[in-house]
């Protein structure tokens, strides 16, 4: 299941929700001030590098 991010938009607070499997996105909340004017953020993911080299990098190919 995927968890998303969010931002009310009244108290500024961010927060995460999991979110089902099914696909279908229930209106949520914020369980700060429990203001429904929340927006969902774009999040960034990591990968892990499984490149060789010094593992100071993320695989920019100058330490080869």
Excluded: D, H, W
Excluded at 5 to 18: G, I, R, S
Excluded at 30 to 38: E, F, L
């Amino acid at each position: 299941m995927p968890i998303y991010e969010y931002k009310c938009k009244n108290c500024k607070a961010k927060f995460e929700l999991l979110i089902t499997s099914c696909g279908i996105e229930v209106p949520q909340k914020c369980p700060g001030c429990g203001s429904k004017n929340i927006e969902k953020l774009i999040s960034s993911f990591s990968t892990k590098n499984t490149s060789r080299g010094c593992g100071e990098c993320s695989g920019c190919g100058g330490c080869f």
